[in-house]
């Protein structure tokens, strides 16, 4: 059973940056893609950023993208998130995601993710 370990969260002042980072227990090239979904209180799960890890080619929401990075370290079995500009409204628990198999989707949906972290909160003041 593959398990994911996220890291990096924390309470910080709108415009300011964060990084997150997921470690995976076994080889994270034996994912097909790997990412981040982020759920704030009272909202649903919402798809953030991934990465196809044989390609390297990445994805972002609208909400994020020009502020979010996505990378990897393949030497570290380790996918980051890269979060500039922070907004009141990126407050939630992220959440890193892998699946090993490709579906032949765009990976932007919970359903075709494997494995997931246990979370990590990301709180930003105004």
């Known amino acids: 059973q593959v398990q994911l370990v996220e890291s990096g969260g924390g309470l910080v002042q709108a415009g300011g940056s964060l990084r997150l980072s997921c470690v995976a227990s076994e080889r994270a090239f034996s994912m097909y893609a790997m990412g981040w979904f982020r759920q704030a209180p009272g909202k649903e799960r919402e798809f953030v950023a991934r990465?196809?890890?044989?390609?390297?080619?990445?994805s972002y929401a609208h909400s994020v993208k020009g502020r979010f990075t996505i990378s990897r370290d393949n030497a570290k079995n380790t996918i980051t998130l890269q979060m500039n500009s922070l907004e009141p409204e990126d407050t939630a628990v992220y959440y890193c995601?892998?699946?090993?198999?490709?579906?032949?989707?765009?990976?932007?949906?919970?359903?075709?993710?494997?494995?997931w972290g246990q979370g990590t909160q990301v709180t930003v003041s105004s």
């Open positions: 995601v892998g699946s090993r198999f490709n579906r032949g989707g765009n990976y932007e949906t919970s359903q075709e993710y494997d494995y």
């Open positions: 990465m196809r890890w044989g390609s390297g080619q990445t």
